[in-house]
């Protein structure tokens, strides 16, 4: 199982890296604003986002996402369970707010929240807040969150945790009129 895992993460980021380049090279021209008018706001256009990164909650995580305007839903996390029982489970939920977004780089704030379960470490649930940063393909997602609610006690409640991803995200921007 965790062999197929790995394998359709390693599919999903060619197939999501190939998407990227196929849009890149389509409105290569088109994808810059014109130099006098300056970047175009995005803070109130909706798109979807998805993407594949390293970090918490599950080492490799698929990602999905969607924004609506200034406010955002993110869902990351991967299933990793073995025969042998030592995989780590986890999904994290953000809900976001859009502090700048344009073509090029969206900043963002988040309220993050997930379950993990580790077979060696234990289960448990979190809630925090992380600062997010997407810079054409580039993803990083930083901040803290404390444990709420623990089932196998390894970790005590309210220590905290790290919250951090780094990978890829691929953001389905609108089209600008401009650009057409």
Request: include cysteine.
């Amino acid at each position: 199982m965790k062999k197929l895992s790995v394998l359709l993460m390693a599919f999903a980021l060619l197939f999501a890296l190939s998407v990227n380049h196929l849009a890149e090279a389509q409105t290569e021209k088109g994808a810059e604003d014109p130099p006098d008018m300056g970047p175009r706001d995005l803070r109130r256009d909706r798109y979807f986002e998805m993407g594949a990164n390293l970090g918490w909650p599950a080492v490799i995580n698929g990602v999905v996402g969607y924004w609506f305007g200034p406010v955002g839903l993110r869902l990351s996390g991967m299933y990793w369970d073995g025969e042998d029982q030592d995989g780590i489970n986890a999904v994290q939920c953000d809900i976001g707010y859009k502090l700048s977004d344009n073509v090029n780089t969206l900043h963002s704030v988040a309220v993050a929240g997930g379950t993990s379960r580790e077979s060696l470490r234990g289960e448990w649930s979190y809630l925090g807040a992380a600062y997010c940063l997407n810079h054409r393909w580039f993803f990083l997602e930083i901040g803290l969150g404390k444990i709420v609610g623990i089932r196998r006690e390894v970790y005590p409640i309210g220590s905290f945790q790290a919250i951090f991803q780094i990978g890829y995200m691929h953001r389905f921007l609108p089209k600008s009129e401009q650009n057409l």
